[in-house]
């Protein structure tokens, strides 16, 4: 099971802030740098650490960071 803190992580990564901090009820509009961009890298830098692969439309499906982290725990748990 993948923690919180090591998603924050990547995001923190991936956005180049390390003040970044996430929530379960995180979303794109609370990131200002969070753009169609940055969401590929994001989703690419979950599937590389965590050895998983998102189905092209599954990711529009969520609404925020938590449905993301319950997502990506489901795959590992598979």
């Known amino acids: 099971m993948i923690a919180m803190e090591a998603l ?8 180049d802030d390390d003040s970044l901090t996430i929530t379960r009820a995180t979303t794109a509009n609370d990131i200002e740098e969070w753009d169609s961009l940055t969401h590929m890298n ?3 830098a979950i599937e590389k650490q965590f050895k998983i692969r998102f189905p092209l439309g599954e990711l529009r499906l969520l609404q925020n960071v938590g449905a993301m982290l319950d997502l990506i725990n ?3 748990a598979k």
């Open 8 to 15: 924050n992580e990547l995001f923190r990564m991936v956005f």
């Open 42 to 44: 994001l989703v690419m």
């Open 74 to 76: 489901a795959k590992i």
